[in-house]
């Protein structure tokens, strides 16, 4: 009977963990998803960029007055 438990309290374990993994994953077409990431990244990459030449153009104004 002890074994019967077991494996009844194992299934209960493996299906929450399921759950729980399945919550996790990415949802959609992998295309659009990969799409949709890589132009999020993008857009980071050209606000760092605009950040990084306004500090420049800041540190040549500060050096010449």
């Known amino acids: 009977m002890a074994r019967g ?3 009844e309290l194992a299934r209960q374990k493996n299906l929450k963990k399921q759950q729980e993994a ?5 949802k959609g077409d992998a295309k ?3 799409e949709s990431d890589a132009e999020i990244l993008r857009q980071k990459q050209a606000a760092a960029d605009a950040r ?3 500090e ?3 540190k040549l104004k500060a050096g010449k007055k």
Do not use: F, G, I, P
């Open 56 to 58: 420049r153009l800041e």
């Open 5 to 7: 438990n077991q494996r």
């Open 52 to 54: 990084k030449e306004a």
């Open 22 to 26: 399945a919550k996790h994953q990415k």
């Open 32 to 34: 659009k998803r990969m």
